[in-house]
């Protein structure tokens, strides 16, 4: 177990992690793989997220698997099988330093993609959709931010919002499952990821309820302005420069 002040920062930063995700549906890794891997190791962190994630937003599948469009969901989840185990491998190969500075910049990358709103307006194609999810499941494998990738790709189409939503948390929960087989077999769920992670899990499963209940009581604009301060400051405070 890592000592008190680590693990008092990591179980902060999964309840703030689960308060964005509950209330927006995103940021949850932007927010807690940088913070985390500033006080753990940067191959903790990610397997720490999918375990957590994974555990507290499965009740929102079975309404996901009867709204999605699942044929699309499919070909992204078939592009992310190829993609995790690159990312895991990176994840692995790696050097810490390099991971966190790597991690770090990717979420401000994700960051600068989601805040610009930028959308993609075409119509799904397989093509693209194996593209898509193979670059989410890379990104997925290596520091759980595959998100931002299949929000752009699916927001912007001529797609009901409801369906849409529906995409989504099937396919976080299809990559979820996938990033927890790689990291299995990698080696990366070990025993103290799996004690880590249900100290964790009523943390962040609070954060996720208390977001969730604020959606439709705050302004939408200004918590999603809050949650991307969040997701700067995270990125900063994570920066190898801090020692």
């Given at each position: 177990?890592?000592?008190?002040?680590?693990?008092?920062?990591?179980?902060?930063?999964?309840?703030?992690?689960?308060?964005?995700?509950?209330?927006?549906?995103?940021?949850?890794?932007?927010i807690f793989v940088p913070l985390a891997s500033a006080v753990l190791e940067p191959?903790?962190?990610?397997?720490?997220?999918?375990?957590?994630?994974?555990?507290?937003?499965?009740?929102?599948?079975?309404?996901?698997?009867?709204?999605?469009?699942?044929?699309?969901?499919?070909?992204?989840?078939?592009?992310?099988?190829?993609?995790?185990?690159?990312?895991?491998?990176?994840?692995?190969?790696?050097?810490?330093?390099?991971?966190?500075?790597?991690?770090?910049?990717?979420?401000?990358?994700?960051?600068?993609?989601?805040?610009?709103?930028?959308?993609?307006?075409?119509?799904?194609?397989?093509?693209?959709?194996?593209?898509?999810?193979?670059?989410?499941?890379?990104?997925?494998?290596?520091?759980?931010?595959?998100?931002?990738?299949?929000?752009?790709?699916?927001?912007?189409?001529?797609?009901?919002?409801?369906?849409?939503?529906?995409?989504?948390?099937?396919?976080?929960?299809?990559?979820?499952?996938?990033?927890?087989?790689?990291?299995?077999?990698?080696?990366?769920?070990?025993?103290?990821?799996?004690?880590?992670?249900?100290?964790?899990?009523?943390?962040?499963?609070?954060?996720?309820?208390?977001?969730?209940?604020?959606?439709?009581?705050?302004?939408?604009?200004?918590?999603?302005?809050?949650?991307?301060?969040?997701?700067?400051?995270?990125?900063?405070?994570?920066?190898?420069?801090?020692?």
């Amino acid at each position: 177990m890592p000592p008190a002040m680590p693990l008092l920062a990591t179980l902060l930063a999964a309840a703030l992690a689960g308060l964005a995700r509950g209330f927006s549906g995103f940021g949850s890794a932007l927010i807690f793989v940088p913070l985390a891997s500033a006080v753990l190791e940067p191959k903790l962190a990610a397997p720490l997220l999918v375990l957590v994630d994974n555990a507290t937003a499965f009740p929102l599948v079975p309404a996901a698997w009867r709204g999605a469009a699942r044929r699309e969901v499919a070909w992204l989840t078939a592009g992310a099988l190829v993609g995790a185990p690159l990312g895991a491998w990176l994840l692995l190969r790696l050097d810490p330093v390099a991971l966190r500075w790597g991690m770090c910049a990717l979420a401000v990358g994700m960051l600068v993609l989601l805040a610009s709103g930028w959308r993609y307006h075409g119509r799904p194609a397989w093509p693209l959709s194996l593209a898509v999810g193979a670059g989410s499941g890379v990104f997925a494998g290596l520091a759980q931010m595959g998100g931002p990738p299949a929000v752009a790709y699916w927001l912007g189409g001529a797609i009901p919002a409801a369906k849409v939503r529906a995409n989504i948390v099937l396919f976080f929960a299809t990559s979820g499952v996938i990033s927890m087989i790689v990291y299995l077999f990698a080696g990366l769920l070990t025993g103290e990821a799996l004690v880590l992670a249900a100290l964790m899990a009523p943390g962040y499963a609070l954060g996720l309820w208390c977001g969730s209940g604020m959606f439709g009581r705050a302004s939408e604009v200004l918590f999603r302005r809050t949650c991307f301060g969040l997701i700067a400051l995270a990125a900063v405070i994570g920066l190898p420069l801090w020692g």
